[in-house]
Every structure is written in C-alpha cells, then in structure tokens.
C-alpha cells in the first residue's frame, strides 16, 4: 500500500508476447514501488508506438492519482488529429494507460477497483460462455488466415474438453449439456458468419440459412429453455439480410442479436431493432461515451456491450454503464480478448447497478489466460466474484515475464 494522493510516474512499459501476437500490456511505475498493469487487444505495435511516442512524454513525472485528469487530456490530444469517436489504436492505449492507472490507484488505496469505483451492487454475477475453441488465432493484418477464427475448426486431436467452436458447429446439444453440467446457463455462438465471408454479408440462401439455424433446433430440442442462447453476427450482414436472419431466430428465443450489421449507421441499427422483437447488443465496436450515447438515445440497442480495454478504459466504462441506467438498459462487458481485460471489466460490471451478465470464453479462461496473470476471478456454479485484492487483485506471473518471446519496450523519466 502507499500514498494514493503522491504518486508521480517514473516509468512506463509496453510488452508483448510472440505467442499472442494481437495483445499489449502496459505497466505504470511510480516513486512508491507500485506498478499498474493495463491491457489491449488488436494492433499491438501499433499501440505501443502511441504509448512510448505521445502519452509517456505526458505521464511521466505526474501524479498517477489523477486518472480523470490525464484521461481528458489523453483524449482531447486525439480530436484534433483523429476526431471524437472510434477505437483506433490510440484510443486502445489510452484504455490500457486508464486501467493501469486505476490498478495503482486501487493498490495504493488498498482497495479492489469496484470498491473504488462505489462498491459492488452484488456478490457475483452470472456469466455466458463465448463458444471459441483454445486458439485465439486473431488475424494480424488483412489477408491473414485468421486460424483459429469462425472459418476454420480445430485440426486433429481437441486440445482439450472445451473445443466449443467445433463444439456448436457439429454438437451444439452436446455442448449445451456441458455447459449446464458447469452451471452455465448462457451461451454465445456465431454459425452464420460462414455463409456472411462466402457472399460478403449481402445474401443468405435458404439452404444455408438452414444450416445456420441448426444449432439452435439442436440445443432447444436437447435442454429446451434451460439454457440461453446468445447471436453473434460480427457486423457482416446488410440490413435485408440481417432482418430475414432474426425472424428466422425468433422461434428460438436467443436473448439477444449482437452486431448485426456495422455500427457505423446508428438511423439503420435502429430500424433493425424496430424489426425484431429480440433485443439487439452492442457493441464492443464502439468507441467513447459519444457513440454510446447515439444507439442508447435511438433505442438502437436493448443490451449495451462495452470493451473496457478498447472503449478508453474504465472511467470511460463506468461512464457509459451510468449512462445506459438512464436509459433503463442493462451492461455486460465484453471479453473474447485477454486476461487483464476480464478483470477489469469485472470490477465495472459488479459496480453497476445495472450489470446484466460477464462473458467468458471457457477454453481461454482455463488456460492460456493462467499462463498469463496470477489471478482471475472465481466462477462457481456459473456465476464469478470478483478479485478482491487491491487494485486490479492480479498482475503478469513471473512465469510470462520469463517467456523468451516477451519484447519489452521501457520510457523513464
């Protein structure tokens, strides 16, 4: 523990790892021996050329007690360069530098995040399972394979008992049941995303939309309502053909249709979400409150999603899960990404007291997630406490920071 009010900064890190090539960690360190750790996803070199070349030359020396302040400032060096809105790569580390800040806060507090940020409105909450398999096979650039991804399945032998993007694909009755046996009453599956690469989202057959829907005649047939089911479209479909996709579904019940199509065009998502009787979600593609703040005003959305490592960290979180209760809408942070950003969506979402639901993704959560941080939050019959150690309540394991493809990047003052 040490003095929340004199901190100054006295040198930043940025780290990334061969193995996980889409992820960047970001470590604050102070004059009182605190380090903070931030995370993001997607563009890693990217972001860490931003940290070391705009923000450390601001933060270092300062005070890292003033999380609001140098929130502001980060964000507001952005607008005239790179505009108000969006998740770019600067706005990925500003979200990571913000994390990190709040982890030192929390630390020097001696405090847990959703204690700081007002307490936790629960003692747990439920989670759903993203059904990915092991591998997070992000693409790196275009015309990457993306292995790992929706287009390809596992090859040979499963890594493990959590293979669930084969498993919803061939066996999603199988994979309901399993999760059910976990206390997992919610899942997350993406099986029409095939057919959106092969006509680039503009058509849907009859043929493969049957195909598609198989899945969900699968599950409700095996465990009937016991089990949710959440739709994710990855933003790949027209309008057309996203609204035949949801009458489709709506014999089905999914809790909700995330990412139908882009979220560039907030007058069409809300014609969308007039069309269906489901709710829509959205969406980790936002960036800033100010985007937030266009499809919650619209009625666009009936589940706002934020990404607490791309969105600007957790005082935009918290911002835009206020900013959803005015609405009467519920929250639930995203994570298909990294460990850090499960953790610290975590502590906003037991903050808020309109906290609907923590995705996970089970295959990443039980594994590789472990080989990268000390501690994750608990989950229990389906449902996860949140880290009550000071700050963050979890940091990289020596064992990471001792990989040999670890390439560390340091700014001091």
Not at 28 to 52: I, K, M, N, R
Not at 349 to 373: C, H, K
Not at 407 to 413: E, G, K, L, W
Request: aromatic letters at 8%; charged letters at 25%.
């Amino acid at each position: 523990m040490g003095d929340a009010r004199h901190m100054r900064i006295t040198a930043i890190d940025t780290i990334t790892a061969a193995q996980w090539p889409h992820l960047a960690w970001v470590r604050v360190h102070t004059d009182q021996g605190l380090v903070g750790l931030g995370e993001t996803s997607f563009h890693a070199e990217a972001v860490c050329g931003y940290v070391h070349e705009v923000a450390a030359p601001y933060l270092l020396g300062r005070d890292a007690g003033r999380i609001e302040l140098h929130h502001r400032t980060l964000q507001r060096s952005l607008m005239a360069l790179v505009g108000y809105q969006g998740s770019g790569a600067e706005i990925r580390a500003i979200s990571a530098i913000d994390i990190a800040l709040w982890d030192l806060l929390g630390q020097a507090a001696g405090m847990p995040i959703h204690a700081l940020l007002g307490g936790a409105c629960r003692d747990e909450i439920r989670v759903y399972n993203t059904c990915n398999g092991y591998r997070p096979g992000w693409k790196r650039r275009p015309g990457d394979p993306g292995e790992g991804y929706w287009r390809l399945l596992p090859a040979g032998r499963p890594e493990g008992p959590y293979e669930d993007l084969e498993g919803f694909i061939n066996r999603a009755d199988e994979l309901a049941e399993s999760l059910l046996a976990e206390g997992i009453g919610a899942m997350k599956i993406y099986p029409f995303n095939a057919a959106a690469e092969a006509s680039g989202g503009l058509h849907i057959s009859a043929a493969d939309l049957r195909v598609a829907l198989e899945p969900f005649r699968r599950v409700r047939a095996r465990v009937g309502d016991r089990i949710e089911i959440m739709v994710d479209f990855h933003a790949l479909w027209n309008l057309p053909q996203a609204r035949r996709i949801a009458r489709a579904l709506e014999e089905f019940e999914p809790s909700w249709l995330e990412d139908p199509i882009r979220m560039d065009n907030v007058d069409a998502l809300a014609d969308y979400a007039a069309s269906t009787r489901i709710p829509v979600c959205g969406s980790e593609t936002l960036g800033t409150r100010a985007e937030f703040r266009q499809v919650i005003e619209r009625r666009a959305v009936g589940v706002v999603m934020f990404d607490a490592a791309w969105v600007g960290g957790i005082s935009e979180a918290r911002k835009i899960a206020a900013m959803a209760e005015t609405q009467h809408l519920p929250v639930a942070p995203h994570d298909a990404t990294g460990p850090v950003t499960l953790v610290a969506g975590n502590h906003v979402v037991m903050n808020a007291p309109n906290g609907l639901v923590q995705e996970i993704v089970r295959s990443f959560y039980s594994t590789w997630y472990r080989d990268i941080v000390e501690e994750l939050p608990a989950i229990e019959r389906g449902m996860m406490k949140p880290l009550q150690g000071p700050g963050l309540g979890t940091r990289l394991s020596r064992r990471f920071l001792a990989r040999g493809d670890i390439a560390t990047r340091t700014s001091a003052a």
